[in-house]
């Protein structure tokens, strides 16, 4: 079964410093989505992106954060100058289409687990 | 705004015991309902969904009902295994392309 990969699975990061993770969704997929899990809290909603372009956010989503599908298979999550509060698992996650979207599962990948030091 | 309830953990059961994790929702309009799991070390993945009420969602002997008017999605399962611990996660679609969950709620089933 085609599944989300991320890379890498473990990023250990200065605080200050730029951070990119790296989501291939499956294929056929044209909605694509970030969340991030705090250790021990509970996975909160990012952004959501579509034709290129953002479709929601949220208010966690400042502007040290952007997201790009630089080429045809994969979506980024880049944090611009990291804090300590960033450290999380962050999980990016796609859906197969638009269409009642609201019945649509969302496929995670394993997740980038990123520590800031 | 919408949002979902889950039955604070940790619960631990011996094997083939009867589980039930509880979840509500608060949402407008007619969200659809899912139960993911989270094995150790793993992303979140599926287990099960249902998306309007009194459809009843089902996947590897655990099941759930979408009951409107108690607002809840509970999570029932009737004899667990040692291979169902894992942290489970309900969740909300709101129809906006959003997902909310819950905080989970780890489960350690022990022989």
């Known amino acids: 079964e085609p599944e989300v990969t991320q890379t890498p699975s473990h990023q250990v990061t200065q605080m200050g410093q730029e951070v990119i993770l790296r989501c291939v969704p499956i294929?056929?997929?044209?909605?694509f989505y970030w969340y991030r899990q705090i250790l021990g809290q509970k996975v909160e909603f990012l952004v959501s992106f579509y034709n290129n372009e953002i479709s929601e956010k949220s208010e966690i989503f400042d502007d040290q954060f952007s997201v790009e599908r630089p080429d045809g298979s994969n979506f980024t999550l880049k944090i611009r100058s990291t804090k300590l509060e960033d450290s999380a698992m962050y999980f990016c996650?796609?859906?197969?289409?638009?269409?009642?979207?609201?019945?649509?599962?969302?496929?995670f990948g394993d997740g980038t687990r990123l520590s800031i030091l | 705004g919408d949002s979902v309830t889950q039955m604070e953990g940790p619960v631990t059961l011996s094997e083939e015991a009867f589980l039930t994790i509880n979840c509500t929702y608060t949402?407008?309009?007619?969200?659809?309902l899912f139960w993911y799991v989270q094995y150790p070390g793993e992303g979140l993945q599926l287990l099960l969904k249902a998306t309007k009420a009194d459809d009843k969602g089902s996947n590897k002997g655990f099941e759930a009902t979408y009951r409107k008017e108690t607002t809840s999605f509970h999570l029932e399962k009737g004899s667990v295994q040692v291979s169902d611990s894992a942290v489970y996660f309900c969740?909300?679609?709101?129809?906006?392309?959003?997902?909310?969950f819950g905080t989970g709620t780890s489960l350690t089933v022990i022989p």
């Open positions: 996650a796609s859906t197969p289409d638009r269409g009642r979207v609201s019945n649509q599962p969302q496929h």
């Open positions: 294929s056929n997929h044209l909605y």
């Open positions: 969740a909300l679609s709101n129809g906006r392309n959003q997902f909310y």
């Open positions: 949402a407008t309009g007619y969200p659809s």
